[in-house]
T-cell receptor
């Protein structure tokens, strides 16, 4: 069975600092994709970054980067130079062909 | 359209009433997913479609929930005889391909409140 675990229900970071959100997953598949979605209070789910499991290189999107450790089944998100607009729920997700599996989310607070 | 459109944004139903939610996927996207989000965190998969065909319905409580995606119409999720525990935000998402690399684009959700 596929499961996604986010062990940090809440995190906070000072504005302009760096924060890392953790995610682990469990799967028996060898080819899959991982995603981080952001959900602000507006409820809109916004894709932050994605990672192909067959790529060893960690994905990067501007201030967002991942640390993908395939053997450990770990997929953490690093947010650099945190901004007030980064405050939101962050969901880690794993995709098979039929559906996405989501973690329970990490609520990120950015302190001015 | 260029975004997934869900209607209505909010829906209030008395216990036992029917609720019907709609989703227009992004034009050209063949895959549609429905998720139920309870208490702002847990996403429960309900059902997915490939065009008008059910792709995976392992998450659907079949006794009261049904869903359709018909050609040239918005997809719909219907709950017969709603219960208090059905109160949640229901998200629809669409994707271009079934492949594992393609992201899902989400609508803004429908908040269903059963009173």
């Amino acid at each position: 069975a596929q499961t996604v675990t986010q062990s940090q229900p809440e995190m906070s970071v000072q504005e302009a600092e760096t924060v890392t959100l953790s995610c682990t997953y469990d799967t028996s598949e060898s080819d899959y994709y991982l995603f981080w979605y952001k959900q602000p209070p507006s409820r809109q789910m916004i894709l932050v970054i994605r990672q192909e499991a067959y790529k060893q290189q960690n994905a990067t999107e501007n201030r967002f980067s991942v640390n993908f450790q395939k053997a450990a089944k770990s997929f953490s998100l690093k947010i650099s130079d945190s901004q007030l607009g980064d405050a939101a729920m962050y969901f880690c997700a794993y995709r098979t062909g039929n559906q996405f599996y989501f973690g329970t989310g990490t609520s990120l607070t950015v302190i001015p | 359209g260029e975004e997934v459109a869900q209607t209505p944004k909010h829906l209030v139903r008395g216990e036992g009433q029917k609720a019907k939610l709609y989703c227009a996927p992004i034009k050209g996207h063949s895959y549609v997913f429905w998720y139920q989000q309870v208490l702002k965190n847990e996403f429960k998969f309900l059902i997915s479609f490939q065009n008008e065909n059910v792709f995976d319905e392992t998450g659907m409580p079949k006794e009261r929930f049904s869903a359709k995606c018909l050609p040239n119409s918005p997809c719909s999720l219907e709950i017969q005889a709603t219960k208090l525990e059905d109160s949640a935000v229901y998200f629809c998402a669409s994707s271009l391909l079934p492949g594992r690399n393609t992201e899902a684009f989400f609508g803004q959700g429908t908040r269903l409140t059963v009173v």
